[in-house]
């Protein structure tokens, strides 16, 4: 606690200068006394006559004079004491008031300040408050946005993902479509084909049986022209031969599958077929032909025709 020490410079000066006035007093009281008592030596020195009740209530005013006067520089004292003591508690009292208010201001500036504070404090968690609340709303804003968007995007997926079946299913009915098409159309083709094949095949096996009854008739024309029949040769006698010829229509070999019966007309029928040597013709023929109806003829010789 800070102390102001000039408040305590007059008391105490005022102090020290009572207690110089009592012993003032008491000093000239003493002095006083002494120098009556030197009076009363030369009077009863003088043997005055002096009224001794008289005296004595002299004295006793004497000294209830000085009593009193004792007294009341005693009081006077007290009285200065009291009033530097009262003072000095009044200094005091002022110096607790100030001190008192001085702390009450400081109290309330502190609970000013801790109000203030306290306030700023509030403001403070106010504004963090609304600032989270609105931070919250933001997240839980975004949030929702983000689940809107999870949940469009994932609608959109299945909206792309239907139409992306239902165009696959479209595609897969329209392949199967084309398909079925292409194999109807293939089978039509292939029908047709078989048809214009058998159709082909008959006419080339028509073409075939005209070219070989001809390729035949020239043959046997070739061989009859060329054919000694022997005196023994009669009608209704057969003979079978086979031919080997090859491309060029040279005659590789013959030979009798069933005779006629009558050895030398067999044999003129080898001498005529061996006479020919090579059928010219048959060059032209289609190798194929040739392959399947000429490569190993079989010819059958009658007197009147040659038959196969």
Known sequence: MIVNLRSYLFPTLLALVLHAVILSALFYSWLGYAEDKKHLTPRHVKAQIVDLKSQLQAQQRDKQA????????????????QEAREKAARKKEQARQKQKEEQA???????????AKKRDEAKKKAEALKKETARKKAEALKQQKAEQAVKEKQQEEA????????????????????????????????????????????????????????YLEYIAAEIESNWRRPPSARNGMTVVLSLHLLPTGEVDNVYVVNGSGDSHFDESAIRAVKRVGRFSELQKMDPILFDRNFRKLTLEYNPSDLRR
């Open 66 to 81: 000085e009593a009193k006067k004792k007294e009341s520089a005693r009081q006077q004292v007290e009285d200065r004491k």
């Open 105 to 115: 201001l400081k109290k309330a500036q502190a609970e000013k300040k801790a109000a």
């Open 159 to 214: 909206r792309r993902q239907a139409q992306a079946q239902k165009e696959a299913e479209r595609k897969k009915a329209e392949q199967q479509r084309i398909v079925r098409e292409r194999k109807a159309q293939q089978q039509r083709e292939a029908d047709l084909a078989a048809a214009l094949a058998a159709e082909e095949q008959e006419m080339q096996a028509l073409q075939d049986q005209q070219a070989t009854a001809g």
